[in-house]
């Protein structure tokens, strides 16, 4: 019988398993050696995300590597806004970078919903070949940009330091923001939904920005529409539940909140303190998190320190759900053997959290 791990979807439900499932936000990518080498063969990070069997080839590196305990599909939450006609390259030293920013009336209005399985067709092809691959050894998350944080990059036209732009719209013309918003929401929905029938069995919605966003306009403008796309997600698929990670970057001050969402799981960074979050959502949801990513910079002595106190900081499982990860996507900068390390001390360690009453 080939083993099935599914440590990582019964902790997202908050049920029992024997130890902390593992995996990291960007776990795989030029960190790798063996990734890079795809990357060169493919020559260029969108030709490799479009070859479903390169895709599906990079996406199990890192489960083999280091024994992790789910696979994450190997794309990037910025296929959306192209599909949507917005021209999306990757220029050398800028990062991400749209030729047809979102700046007016026009091309707000000029927006719609991509059919995902037409125009991401290549998206849905690799979820279908990676489970394929996966074989149900490890669980496939499937994933996407908040429609916020997608947003962001379609308004400022690529990466940004201070979001000035769409904060301008935000303040100025709210209700230009809101329409681009609301498209987001509704391909969002789509491109989710389209990603659990070909296999996805847990989502994450990755609202890398929200955190950037003042009180109360987190609640207008991230939060409201996460709410809209898990209110039209499929709940089950192949009889079974599909899990909802929410992770927004900086989301800390409104944990309850995002807890009251209808997600499964919240995601936290490094500066939330576990214990004080389970606290303050009740043990309603399972927690992600929370590992600050320069901690794998420290050597092995610091790895297994701080991963133990983070292990510590959840404490006994109980009621609850911890799936450990990175607070934030892992640096590309990292040496591979540290989350080599990283894997063995909370495999081994958070076992003492998970023994079972008699
Ligand atoms: O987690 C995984 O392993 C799955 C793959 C994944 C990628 N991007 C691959 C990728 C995921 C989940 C993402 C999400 C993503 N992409 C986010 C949200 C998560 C986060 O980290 O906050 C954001 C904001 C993006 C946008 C994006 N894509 C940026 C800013 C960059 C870096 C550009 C650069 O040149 O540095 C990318 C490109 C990208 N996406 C890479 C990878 C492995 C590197 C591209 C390469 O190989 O050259």
């Keep these: 019988m080939k083993p099935v791990n599914d440590t990582f979807l019964r902790a997202l439900k908050r049920e029992q398993t024997d130890y902390t499932p593992l995996?990291?936000?960007?776990?795989?990518?030029?960190?790798?050696?063996?990734?890079?080498?795809?990357?060169?063969?493919?020559?260029?990070?969108?030709?490799?995300?479009?070859?479903?069997?390169?895709?599906?080839?990079?996406?199990?590196?890192?489960?083999?590597?280091?024994?992790?305990?789910?696979?994450?599909?190997?794309?990037?939450?910025?296929?959306?806004?192209?599909?949507m006609g917005l021209g999306l390259s990757f220029v050398p030293g800028k990062g991400p970078v749209f030729?047809?920013?979102?700046?007016?009336?026009?091309?707000?209005?000029?927006?719609?919903?991509?059919?995902?399985?037409?125009?991401?067709?290549?998206?849905?092809d690799a979820v279908?070949?990676?489970?394929?691959?996966?074989?149900?050894?490890?669980?496939?998350?499937?994933?996407?940009?908040?429609?916020?944080?997608?947003?962001?990059?379609?308004v400022e036209g690529g990466s940004s330091k201070d979001f000035?732009?769409?904060?301008?719209?935000?303040?100025?013309r709210p209700d230009l923001l809101h329409r681009i918003l609301e498209v987001n929401a509704r391909a969002v929905t789509e491109y989710l939904n389209a990603q659990v029938r070909a296999g996805a069995q847990a989502l994450q919605i990755f609202d890398t920005w929200g955190g950037a966003l003042a009180d109360g306009c987190f609640e207008e403008f991230s939060l409201r529409y996460m709410k809209r796309i898990l209110e039209g997600l499929i709940k089950e698929n192949e009889g079974k539940r599909v899990p909802v990670i929410l992770f927004t970057k900086g989301g800390g001050a409104w944990l309850e909140a995002i807890a009251e969402s209808g997600c499964d799981c919240v995601g936290v960074d490094w500066t939330v303190n576990l214990a004080q979050a389970r606290a303050r959502t009740r043990d309603a949801v399972s927690l992600q998190g929370n590992l600050d990513p320069m901690v794998l910079f420290a050597g092995e002595e610091a790895i297994r320190r701080e991963a133990r106190r983070v292990l510590d900081s959840f404490g006994e499982t109980g009621t609850g759900g911890h799936v450990f990860n990175l607070g934030h996507g892992i640096s590309q900068h990292t040496d591979p053997e540290a989350v080599a390390i990283l894997a063995d001390e909370v495999h081994a360690y958070s076992r003492r959290y998970h023994q079972r009453k008699a």
């Excluded at 394929?132 to 997608?150: C, K, Y």
């Excluded at 000035?164 to 100025?172: D, L, N």
């Design 23 to 83: 995996w990291l936000m960007r776990q795989a990518g030029r960190y790798l050696p063996e990734y890079n080498a795809v990357r060169t063969r493919k020559g260029s990070f969108m030709a490799l995300a479009q070859d479903p069997e390169a895709a599906c080839e990079v996406t199990l590196q890192p489960v083999e590597r280091f024994g992790l305990d789910a696979a994450i599909l190997f794309s990037d939450i910025l296929t959306v806004p192209d599909a």
């Design 99 to 124: 030729e047809h920013p979102v700046q007016t009336e026009e091309a707000a209005a000029k927006l719609f919903v991509p059919d995902p399985e037409e125009r991401l067709r290549y998206v849905t």
């Design 128 to 154: 279908r070949t990676i489970r394929r691959a996966l074989d149900n050894r490890v669980p496939l998350i499937g994933f996407s940009g908040s429609p916020f944080t997608l947003a962001c990059y379609m």
């Design 164 to 172: 000035a732009t769409i904060k301008k719209m935000m303040y100025a």
